[in-house]
Nanobody, 115 residues
Framework: QVQLVESGGGLVQAGGSLRLSCLASGSFFSLNAMGWYRQAPGKQRELVAGFTSSGRGNYADSVKERFTISGDNAKNAVYLQMNSLKPDDTAVYYC?????????WGQGTRVTVSS
């Protein structure tokens, strides 16, 4: 069993930055299995950032050059640095671990970007 806890959301003005954190606890952790998703009001949940098999960040087109995913295996943590935030980035952001058939989600952290 794995628990994922996100933090770092909040209210920020357009153009600002936030750094989201996701801490994992439980039986296993694999950085390459981690990803960040978001769900805006009235929209489907979408992938924001994850890792490629080589460990590089992989991003949705809407956040490329603005968001950066990183992680720390020693801390069982994954981060999402979000810069140049836009009102369209307003959503609940979720951390996900998809690993060997196991699928875990955090409870989400809300990000609100005001114009």
């Amino acid at each position: 069993q794995v628990q994922l806890v996100e933090s770092g959301g909040g209210l920020v003005q357009a153009g600002g930055s936030l750094r989201l954190s996701c801490l994992a606890s439980g039986s296993f952790f694999s950085l390459n299995a981690m990803g960040w998703y978001r769900q805006a009001p009235g929209k489907q949940r979408e992938l924001v950032a994850g890792f490629t098999s080589s460990g590089r960040g992989n991003y949705a087109d809407s956040v490329k050059e603005r968001f950066t995913i990183s992680g720390d295996n020693a801390k069982n943590a994954v981060y999402l640095q979000m810069n140049s935030l836009k009102p369209d980035d307003t959503a609940v952001y979720y951390c996900r671990m998809l690993y060997q058939g196991y699928d875990y989600w955090g409870q989400g952290t809300r990000v609100t970007v005001s114009s």
